[in-house]
């Protein structure tokens, strides 16, 4: 995971998680690995030790299992079986104009047409259906909110209408409508090109900040960020004028957990780019570290893990069948 992951999404589930109070309140967070092989195929042991390593990060980085259902996704085999019946009533072009299939198809970039619908073909039928599990994934535990990074908001769009559509269908109320709850960081943007989010399919090796790297990496990456040539001026909020610099305020304000503004105060005594970047660096390395350790000392413990895993897979298998008896009948299946 990388740290676009971390203040776009598993920081709310880790805020989450501490506020959970009593047990009328659920919160449920599926490790996504049907999604994973979209568009890469692992060895199967290395898959299994990537998963390892997903469970390890939330639970260091602060999602608690106790609190939480937190389970691995191809455990619980109605996700599957729901995204069949949602493909039914998806339209292809709802699934042509999402923006993420267009970036990782390609169409984002200038490619004239007959190398784009080379490229097209080169495309799994998996990668371009993908929100529909997406919306499985959702849809099947019927819940109030949906806690994502900004970039997921087109795919909860599509998750509500097809709960919608199905409900209509089939004269129904199975489906309540989900929610986005998105974190205050919303996006975090690649730090080599700010028009691109932060993202672990990326090929430059400095574009995203891994939470497993080390102190060093972290330290190079920032200083090799994208900013601008603007001097004399105090680093300020402004993603349209100074898209790099703004990341790397919403980066801080998303790990301190204070408003912008407040970054932008604290930062008023810098005076060059090299300055903002050691600022940033710092902040991150030293944030960092406590999680960091958690989470070598977590993935050591296997069997941990796999009980962790044992017990979301119990509990989301028990929300997930009752919720799939409800669809089935809805629909006129055993
Ligand atoms: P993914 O990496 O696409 O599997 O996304 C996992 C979670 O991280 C989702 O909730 C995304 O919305 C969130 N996320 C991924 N990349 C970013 C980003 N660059 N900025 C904010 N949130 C992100």
Not at 39 to 46: C, I, L, R, T, V
Request: charged share 30%; glycine share 4%.
């Amino acid at each position: 995971m990388h740290l676009g992951n971390y203040l776009g999404a598993v920081s709310s589930w880790a805020e989450l998680s501490k506020l959970k109070t009593d047990d009328s309140q659920k919160l449920i967070f599926g490790l996504a690995d049907l999604h994973a092989i979209t568009n890469k195929h692992p060895k199967a042991q290395d898959f299994i030790d990537n998963k390892m390593d997903t469970l390890a990060h939330l639970i260091a980085f602060g999602v608690d299992p106790e609190k939480c259902c937190l389970y691995i996704q191809s455990d619980v085999k109605e996700h599957a079986e729901l995204a069949w019946y949602l493909s039914t009533i998806t339209n292809i072009g709802a699934l042509a104009r999402m923006t993420q299939w267009k970036s990782k198809s390609g169409q984002d970039e200038t490619i004239a047409n007959n190398e784009l619908s080379t490229l097209q073909s080169e495309f799994s039928l998996g990668l371009f259906s993908y929100p529909v599990l997406q919306a499985a994934d959702v849809l099947l535990y019927n819940p109030d909110f949906v806690p994502v990074g900004e970039d997921q908001t087109q795919h909860l769009e599509l998750t509500q209408t097809l709960a919608r559509k199905f409900n209509h269908i089939y004269k129904s109320n199975v489906f309540k409508y989900p929610r986005i709850m998105t974190t205050p960081a919303k996006k975090i943007y690649s730090l080599k090109d700010v028009t691109k989010k932060m993202s672990k399919s990326d090929k430059s090796k400095v574009a995203s900040i891994y939470l497993s790297d080390s102190d060093e990496e972290i330290r190079l990456k920032i200083k090799k960020a994208t900013t601008d040539s603007i001097v004399g001026e105090p680093f300020k909020f402004d993603p349209s004028k100074r898209p790099g610099v703004s990341n790397l305020i919403n980066i801080v304000a998303g790990i301190q957990k204070k408003e912008i503004s407040e970054v932008e105060k604290d930062m008023e005594s810098l005076n060059s780019h090299s300055e903002l970047k050691k600022y940033v660096s710092d902040v991150i390395v030293e944030w960092i570290a406590e999680p960091r350790e958690k989470y070598k000392a977590i993935r050591q413990d296997t069997e941990y893990l796999k009980k962790v895993a044992l017990k979301g897979e119990t509990e989301a298998r028990k929300i997930a069948s009752e919720n799939m008896k409800k669809i089935r009948e809805a629909m006129g299946f055993k």
